[in-house]
């Protein structure tokens, strides 16, 4: 293998941002391929400012090149003045470390964060001259592996993927660089089938051409494997102890401004909150917290390496995080290790944040604080399992205000299940009253309010749900924007075409995957940037293979039909979310499981994570309150008598999409 530098760097003093693609980054590897090692190329398909801070990327580069059997490099989606140059050259994609070709490497892995990137997954294929359809790829060919929170529908994309790895990657990547290291040892025996075959075998792969789809005209009637040793059903990997895993241990620092261009370590995995619109969620269940010393010692080692003077605390909520206090406090008074380090918590929950963690942030600056009621009003916040109330809100922005905020960013979701015109119009009362809040402390407050439309997604109590169509999600954007015409609450919005295309992806089958190459041949790349979005193109595409964009997303399903994704599971039980997709309906909401009883999911037996109850009651208003015990991480014995949580009666008929109705 050689590198394509020579060829490559004439070509970038052309392009805009050619240090997207020269590599060179404190923390980056040049990794000796030698013989009978897996070479992996590790794909972000998208922009490299997009790409790089990628957590899960830079984990899995620095696992696979500690190794014996492995390298790892990586690589980006070039941008289109780039990829012109690159495919009039014949030159095709490359690494960005060594600068080899992509076709070179055994494994191109593929991070599928959003959906709408799967038009760039096929595309950065194309670009390595590989074949784009997996079936007609020779034992020569590079395997191709994908992962990520997408991974979890993989029908759309199972034409072009050889295999996915579902859930957590850092214990799975090693065994399946066993396998492909043992195929090519043998000479390539058996051919493609064969490698394919045992990496079907390998827990928490799937392998979509070891699988049968059968159809009854328009509906799945199963998906089935094809050999007796092939798993009925692939179950998501899971790490248990967070501590066996402190990476990223030398985090990439970009020689360019990226999204998050900080330190960022990540502080717990999962989350027992129950909001039943968040994937996220639901499947990275149970929650798994990483010691607090090291995660200090995470962040300071992180920021002497590094030279950033800013950290993230990541995770889905993490102000939940049982040390956070102790932790910010320890980072921001630090005199010693690494003073005047800045502070940020991405993802916060309203009734976690309290008027001491705004303190401790805000003595070094203030970092931007978004919080994320999802819901304009209490029944909504019930349905959708939110259960944070207006104080709670109020007093997360008093405690923000107070300490020398003049600026919340507030989110919120239109579309969601049993939605009426008071619910939405409710998301610019909320923002009012934040604003008169902050007008104790400031005549400049104000307040920015973002909304996207929601998509029901696999693994989810909502997943039989038809989301809104087009035109009503435009609607209810149009109801809030005349609301808040004159107010200094500011509203932004997703594009509701946008929406709809992610619920086809999203929600979508085999059959989807050639919707997707159509796309994609028409033009159809960067389909998450707006400029680049066009939606005439899915619309042409789904009428050519004779497919109705309605059937994927604005209808409901029933209890019983199958799903595209029900072979791949996520440690939930069916039951558990189609009887809390009736209590959604019910506007029943369910207190976070740490201070409950055991509601059965199934992960937390599954995955050998004992349920601990922390209190008899949950606090007051849905609040974290103080005393919980969240030791979640490690492999502990599992505990028996579980108490399944009540559930109200089942709500037979589904509430259609428009906001005028509601269940009774």
């Known amino acids: 293998m050689s590198s394509l530098w020579p060829r490559i760097e004439p070509l970038l003093a052309g392009v805009e941002k050619p240090a997207r693609y020269i590599g060179m980054e404190r923390g980056s590897q040049a990794p000796e391929h030698r013989p009978g090692t897996v070479a992996w190329l590790l794909i972000y398909p998208d922009t ?19 190794r014996h059997d492995s390298v790892a490099e990586r690589a980006y989606a070039p941008w289109l003045d780039l990829e012109g140059e690159l495919r009039t050259r014949g030159i095709g994609l490359f690494s960005v470390d060594t600068h080899r070709a992509a076709s070179d490497f055994d494994v191109l892995a593929f991070n599928l964060s959003a959906e709408l990137v799967y038009t760039n997954v096929l595309n950065l294929i194309d ?52 396998v492909v290291a043992a195929w090519k040892r043998g000479g390539r025996v058996g051919g493609r089938e064969a490698v394919l ?25 199963g998906t089935t494997p094809r050999y007796p040793d092939v798993p009925q059903t692939v179950d998501k990997r899971t790490v248990a102890d967070l501590a066996d895993w402190p990476y990223p241990k030398n985090q990439l620092v970009p020689l360019i401004e990226v999204v998050h261009d900080r330190l960022n370590v990540e502080i717990f995995r999962g989350c027992t909150r129950g909001c039943r619109f968040c994937q996220a969620g639901m499947i990275t ?55 005047n380090v800045g502070v940020s918590l991405p993802s916060l929950r309203v009734d976690a944040f309290t008027v001491g963690l705004a303190s401790e942030i805000q003595k070094v600056r203030r970092t931007g604080l978004t919080f994320a009621p999802e819901g304009g009003s209490w029944r909504i916040r019930q349905v959708i399992n939110k259960l944070i109330t207006e104080e709670d809100l109020y007093a997360a922005v008093d405690g923000a205000y107070s300490q020398g905020w003049r600026r919340v960013k507030l989110y919120f979701l239109v579309g969601l299940p049993t939605e009426m015109d008071e619910d939405t119009l409710g998301i610019a009362e909320l923002a009012r009253n934040v604003v008169e809040v902050g007008k104790r402390y400031t005549k400049q407050a104000s307040a920015t309010v973002s909304v996207g439309g929601f998509v029901p997604k696999a693994h989810t109590p909502f997943q039989w749900f038809g989301q809104n169509g087009i035109g009503e999600l435009r609607r209810k954007v149009n109801l809030l924007r005349d609301e808040l015409r004159r107010s200094p609450a500011k509203v932004r919005w997703h594009d509701p ?26 033009g159809g790349t960067f389909q998450e940037w707006s400029e680049h979005f066009r939606l005439d193109r899915w619309t042409t595409a789904m009428a050519e293979e004779g497919l109705d964009p309605d059937w994927y997303v604005t209808r409901h399903r029933t209890e019983d039909e199958v799903l595209p994704w029900d072979h791949i599971t996520a440690g939930l039980h069916r039951d558990f979310l189609w009887q809390d997709f009736q209590a959604a309906l019910a506007e029943h909401g369910l207190p976070d499981c740490r201070w409950t009883p055991c509601y059965d999911c199934g992960v937390c037996t599954d995955y ?7 209190s008899p009651v949950p606090p007051a208003g849905g609040s974290q309150g ?39």
């Open 497 to 522: 075409e946008a929406t709809f295309v992610e619920g086809i992806v999203s929600r979508g089958d085999r059959r989807i995957g050639a919707v997707i190459e159509r796309v994609w041949r028409a």
């Open 285 to 339: 269940r149970p929650v798994r917290e990483r010691p607090v010393e090291q995660a200090r010692n995470m962040v300071l080692d992180g920021l002497r390496r590094t030279g950033y003077d800013e950290v993230a605390l990541t995770s889905l909520s993490s102000a939940d995080f049982s040390g956070i206090d102790g932790l910010v406090s320890s980072l921001v008074n630090d005199s010693t290790g690494c003073p």
């Open 48 to 66: 490299y400012e997009i790409g790089l801070p990628n957590q899960g990327l830079q984990i899995l580069y620095e696992i696979l090149n500690e």
């Open 608 to 614: 050998a994570i004992e349920h601990v109850v922390a």
């Open 127 to 178: 670009l390595t001259g590989v074949p784009v359809r997996a079936v007609a790829r020779s034992d020569e060919d590079p395997i191709v592996i994908a992962g990520g929170h997408c991974a979890f529908n993989p029908e759309p994309m199972a034409d072009f993927v050889d295999a996915f790895v579902i859930g957590d990657g850092e214990e799975p990547v090693g065994e399946v660089s066993a």
């Open 197 to 221: 075959h045992d990496l079907a075998t390998v827990p928490g792969v799937y392998v979509p051409s070891m699988y049968t789809v059968e159809y009854d005209g328009a509906r799945l009637v």
């Open 626 to 664: 103080t005393g919980q015990d969240l030791s979640t991480g490690g492999s502990v014995p599992i505990v028996l008598g579980r108490t399944p949580a009540p559930i109200p009666a089942k709500v037979n008929d589904l509430v259609p999409s428009g906001s005028s109705e509601a269940v009774t």
